[in-house]
């Protein structure tokens, strides 16, 4: 089964979980880059990042290659913004939406507080599914590494086969 791990990381945890995952299951990765950047410092990041999120926004992505035909498994990673999903998953999804259709499809979110799981629940919703092969929430696993978190990711992964 070919997997791909679609994902968007600003400060470096989602990219480099998104690394692990894929050199575990063989997985191809494809890494999503708005045209226009969020600020990512300061009162600007969580305010720019956390309205795009909470209004549902679809950045236009930096052209990325995706045959949706050659995956039987997508793995979404994302950060953790205002309790949902980052924005720039929402316009890969809507771009591809007909093309996810039939795929197995799990998820994994890094944050720094709290939210991963209702994150994980509005993505579920804007895909339309009631439920993931597999999900995994992390804290900051590449600011503060840990056992645990190496543990969930080997765990995550062996649900994926």
Known sequence: MKTAVVFYSMSGNVKNTAEKIA????????????EKTY?????KKFFWG????????????MPYSFE???????????????????PPIRTFVEDNRQLLENKKI???TCMSGSGGEKAISKLKDF?????????LILIDPKDKP???????????CEKLG
């Open 23 to 34: 050199e575990t299951v063989s997985a191809d990765l494809i890494e999503l880059k708005p």
């Open 39 to 43: 600020p990512d410092k300061g009162f």
């Open 50 to 61: 956390g309205k795009s999120a909470v209004m549902g926004e679809k950045p236009a992505l």
């Open 68 to 86: 949706a035909g050659e995956y039987d498994r997508i793995v979404f990673g994302f950060p953790v913004w205002a309790s949902t999903f980052a």
């Open 106 to 108: 799990s998820a994994f």
């Open 127 to 135: 895909l339309k599914t009631d439920s993931l092969e597999s999900e």
């Open 146 to 156: 840990s056992v645990e978190n190496d543990e969930k990711i080997a765990s995550f």
